[in-house]
């Protein structure tokens, strides 16, 4: 019998992290997603019209900015912008 309780006890235990994980992990990607539409939908974004497929990828997944475009001031310089973190 106490076998049982304590199997019972820790799947309890088990289940109620695996709920609070999952709502943690709900609230974060919510969270990001609300900041990515902001930040497009915001009238401080970048103006990407002009630009090669190319370059909109390196943007999107690097952070580069091209050269024309921050010369033009649409984009902010290298020092405004953040360190970018795990960078290849």
């Known amino acids: 019998m106490d076998k049982q309780v304590l199997t019972l006890i820790l799947l309890v235990v088990v289940v109620s992290f695996l709920g609070i994980q999952v709502y943690q992990i ?3 990607k919510n969270s990001i997603t609300g900041n990515v539409i902001a930040s497009v939908a915001g009238s401080g974004g970048i103006d990407m019209s002009g630009w090669s497929e190319n370059e909109k990828m390196n943007y999107e997944m690097h952070g580069t900015v091209p050269v024309r475009a921050q010369s ?8 405004q912008q953040p360190a970018m973190v795990g960078g290849c």
């Open 72 to 79: 033009r001031g649409a984009a902010p310089t290298q020092q």
């Open 26 to 28: 709900s609230s974060i």
